[in-house]
């Protein structure tokens, strides 16, 4: 027989518990659409990461009914993007896609984005646009992705990374349709702390680096809107709820770490050496603005809902608005150089571009250090420590870079 030209992949994990459900049947909902789908030489592909609730008993029931499935309950226990990585291996196609056990798709989602592969040999992922879905079915029309907003193979790989720093917008860009054998090469996804976020974004920017994606501005994938329950004492080392700056703190390093996996990638990338600098500051920039992004985060989930913590963030909102280190809310001239790529403009630092941003890390440095002695705590000690050495090496890499006259 001969194998399958698309592989559809769909790791499960208790798909049908409160928690990924919120009460309503999305399993079986992502199977019907997927199995509705008008390109039928396919194979759908479940990894169940021993499910303990009825998952298991759905898909075997679906798996029995239509020999095009292939259910499988993994041998050990693996967290999703393990699971994913996994499940690219396992794929027989040409093509793959990875599918959301909650998610729905127009039924010609595979046809179309095919048809373009089949043609293009030079893109390596087709995707379409989307928009959001509530649990009980109800469409959001509004799409995702604005056109000024997408990834295409019309423009370079350079622009697509920059933007995609400062966007991050995964969705829907990794449920598009891949090359199978280009997707084992970029795996497998890789974790770089005990939270296990931002492992797609990471994989994304790997991407962009060297391949080309095509954007169809079409409606024909539906992303699940529903209440994502992630629980915070799983994470190890995070700081309590009553030190919310101290959380903060926390995820500036994890964004840190993001960050120098980032760096990395670039500084092994065939790049010219002064578009590496541009990127590099780049990078410095979009990871103020993640920082400054998650300080909100916290403020809205920590301290609005308990006013005894509300002084210690005023405190520290004083300490930003002072003198110079109101530049850290500045927008900065990069991302408006970035858009310029986008019309075919060259990536480029002036040394006020360089001289700006050493001043912005450093007075982020001090403002992470003021948050710390507004949240005394010894136990932390050392993550405040590695946070501001960390930092210190950023602000190195600035002045390693080459720089233009302003």
Same mark, same amino acid.
């Given at each position: !027989?001969? /194998?399958?030209?698309?592989?559809?992949?769909? /790791?499960?994990?208790?798909?049908?518990?409160?928690?990924?459900?919120?009460?309503?049947? =999305?399993?079986?909902?992502?199977?019907?659409?997927? =199995?509705?789908?008008?390109?039928?030489?396919?194979?759908?592909?479940?990894?169940?990461?021993?499910?303990?609730?009825?998952?298991?008993?759905?898909?075997?029931?679906?798996?029995?009914?239509? /020999?095009?499935?292939?259910?499988?309950?993994?041998?050990?226990?693996?967290?999703?993007?393990?699971?994913?990585?996994?499940?690219?291996?396992?794929?027989?196609?040409?093509?793959?896609?990875?599918?959301?056990?909650?998610?729905?798709?127009?039924?010609?989602?595979?046809?179309?984005?095919?048809?373009?592969?089949?043609?293009?040999?030079?893109?390596?992922?087709?995707?379409?646009?989307?928009?959001?879905?509530?649990?009980?079915?109800?469409?959001?029309?509004?799409?995702?992705?604005?056109?000024?907003?997408?990834?295409?193979?019309?423009?370079?790989?350079?622009?697509?990374?920059?933007?995609?720093?400062?966007?991050?917008?995964?969705?829907?860009?990794?449920?598009?349709?891949?090359?199978?054998?280009?997707?084992?090469? =970029?795996?497998?996804?890789?974790?770089?702390?005990?939270?296990?976020?931002?492992?797609?974004?990471?994989?994304?920017?790997?991407?962009?680096?060297?391949?080309?994606?095509?954007?169809?501005?079409?409606?024909?994938?539906?992303?699940?809107?529903?209440?994502?329950?992630?629980?915070?004492?799983?994470?190890?080392?995070?700081?309590?709820?009553?030190?919310?700056?101290?959380?903060?703190?926390?995820?500036?390093?994890?964004?840190?770490?993001?960050?120098?996996?980032?760096?990395?990638?670039?500084?092994?990338?065939? !790049?010219?050496?002064?578009?590496?600098?541009?990127?590099?500051?780049?990078?410095?920039?979009?990871?103020?603005?993640?920082?400054?992004?998650?300080?909100?985060?916290?403020?809205?989930?920590?301290?609005?809902?308990? /006013?005894?913590?509300?002084?210690?963030?005023?405190?520290?909102?004083?300490?930003?608005?002072?003198?110079?280190?109101?530049?850290?809310?500045?927008?900065?001239?990069?991302?408006?150089?970035?858009?310029? !790529?986008?019309?075919?403009?060259?990536?480029?630092?002036?040394?006020?571009?360089?001289?700006? !941003?050493?001043?912005?890390?450093?007075?982020?440095?001090?403002?992470?250090?003021?948050?710390?002695?507004?949240?005394?705590?010894?136990?932390?000690?050392?993550?405040?420590?590695?946070?501001?050495?960390?930092?210190?090496?950023?602000?190195?890499?600035?002045?390693?870079?080459?720089?233009?006259?302003?």
């Amino acid at each position: !027989m001969e /194998p399958p030209l698309v592989s559809i992949m769909m /790791p499960v994990f208790n798909s049908m518990s409160y928690a990924r459900s919120n009460g309503y049947r =999305l399993l079986p909902q992502a199977l019907d659409s997927l =199995l509705a789908q008008t390109h039928s030489n396919l194979e759908l592909i479940i990894l169940d990461n021993q499910s303990t609730d009825e998952t298991s008993t759905i898909c075997n029931d679906y798996a029995q009914k239509d /020999p095009r499935i292939r259910f499988v309950r993994d041998s050990a226990p693996h967290n999703p993007h393990e699971a994913s990585s996994k499940l690219a291996t396992m794929a027989q196609g040409k093509y793959c896609v990875y599918a959301g056990d909650d998610d729905l798709w127009h039924p010609e989602y595979i046809t179309r984005m095919v048809e373009f592969l089949e043609l293009h040999e030079n893109v390596t992922m087709a995707y379409s646009n989307a928009c959001w879905v509530d649990v009980e079915g109800k469409i959001e029309p509004q799409p995702m992705v604005t056109p000024d907003a997408a990834y295409t193979q019309d423009f370079s790989s350079l622009f697509n990374f920059c933007s995609y720093a400062y966007h991050a917008n995964v969705i829907p860009p990794i449920f598009g349709v891949y090359r199978t054998r280009r997707l084992n090469e =970029l795996l497998p996804f890789e974790t770089f702390d005990e939270t296990i976020a931002n492992v797609d974004n990471l994989f994304l920017l790997k991407f962009f680096l060297k391949d080309k994606c095509h954007f169809l501005d079409e409606i024909l994938f539906f992303y699940r809107k529903k209440h994502r329950y992630a629980d915070p004492k799983g994470i190890h080392g995070l700081p309590g709820n009553e030190t919310p700056l101290l959380i903060w703190i926390y995820y500036v390093r994890h964004q840190l770490y993001f960050s120098n996996k980032i760096h990395a990638l670039v500084d092994q990338s065939d !790049m010219a050496d002064r578009e590496k600098d541009f990127t590099r500051c780049v990078l410095q920039d979009s990871f103020l603005l993640r920082c400054f992004n998650l300080l909100m985060w916290v403020k809205q989930d920590y301290i609005d809902k308990d /006013p005894k913590l509300l002084k210690p963030y005023l405190k520290l909102i004083a300490f930003l608005g002072a003198s110079e280190r109101a530049q850290l809310l500045q927008a900065s001239s990069l991302q408006e150089k970035v858009l310029q !790529m986008r019309n075919g403009g060259s990536a480029f630092l002036l040394e006020s571009d360089m001289l700006q !941003m050493s001043r912005r890390l450093g007075y982020f440095l001090e403002l992470v250090d003021f948050a710390a002695t507004l949240s005394p705590n010894e136990t932390y000690i050392p993550l405040v420590t590695e946070v501001r050495d960390l930092l210190k090496k950023e602000s190195v890499k600035i002045s390693q870079s080459q720089r233009m006259p302003a």
